[in-house]
């Protein structure tokens, strides 16, 4: 079966801070992969997707990720945040001939400042 | 605008009052589905539905009821609700499913059963 492991369950930075919040999955064929973010008390949105090509994605608002095959990572980057990006950023993973999209836990991202 | 509409956004009810949650997407797509959110554990998949009249259960359906008569509408039905449904609730629909699509996002429904 196909899970999502995000490693951070809550990180803390002052503004202008490089971000990076891990993200692996477990599925042997391809996949489709994405960043999604939960701003407080909406709902999520899309920040970035990876369905092939160029393994180094980017998104809204100056996010990006990488597609690491080897290592089964999705790691979603950010070279500076800002007080805007406090929110809840979850990873997920669709594979197999349905689809489903599987989420990680989330991440909660606090900016100070 | 293309959107998923979720209704109603807020609920508070009963143990063991049935109640539907509404859910029509815009956009022609084939594929909708149930989410349900709960701190400390993402967002898990109740229902899904591959096209009209096509349903199929997700991680965890336990206590849940879904239809899809018609491509738009895909309402979550509580049969008979108990406080350990009390979550945050995402429909959610994407063009296809399989490979290559993305998930568009409801506003999400707070239920709350006391």
Not at chain 1, 70 to 99: H, I, M
Not at chain 2, 12 to 29: P, R
Request: proline fraction near 4%.
């Amino acid at each position: 079966a196909q899970s999502v492991s995000q490693h951070n369950h809550h990180v803390i930075l002052s503004e202008a801070a490089s971000l990076e919040l891990g993200c692996n999955y477990s599925y042997g064929g391809t996949v489709n992969l994405f960043w999604y973010v939960q701003y407080p008390g909406q709902h999520l949105q899309l920040l970035l997707k990876y369905f092939s090509g160029d393994p180094l994605v980017k998104g809204i608002k100056g996010f990006e990720a990488e597609f690491i095959k080897s290592k089964f990572s999705f790691n979603l980057r950010k070279p500076s945040v800002q007080w805007s990006d406090t929110a809840e950023y979850f990873c997920a993973v669709s594979g197999g001939s349905q689809g489903n999209l599987i989420f990680g836990k989330g991440t909660k991202l606090s900016v100070k400042p | 605008e293309a959107q998923v509409t979720q209704n109603p956004r807020y609920l508070i009810t009963v143990t063991g009052k049935k109640l539907t949650v509404t859910c029509s997407q815009n956009m022609n797509h084939e594929y909708m589905s149930w989410y349900r959110q709960d701190p400390g554990l993402g967002l898990r998949q109740i229902y899904y539905s591959m096209n009209v009249e096509v349903t199929d259960k997700g991680d965890v359906p336990e206590g849940y009821k879904v239809s899809r008569k018609e491509k738009r509408n895909f309402p979550l039905i509580l049969e008979s609700p108990s406080p350990n449904q009390t979550s945050l609730y995402f429909c959610a629909s994407s063009q296809r499913a399989g490979k290559n699509t993305e998930a568009f996002f409801g506003q999400g429904t707070r239920l709350t059963v006391v």
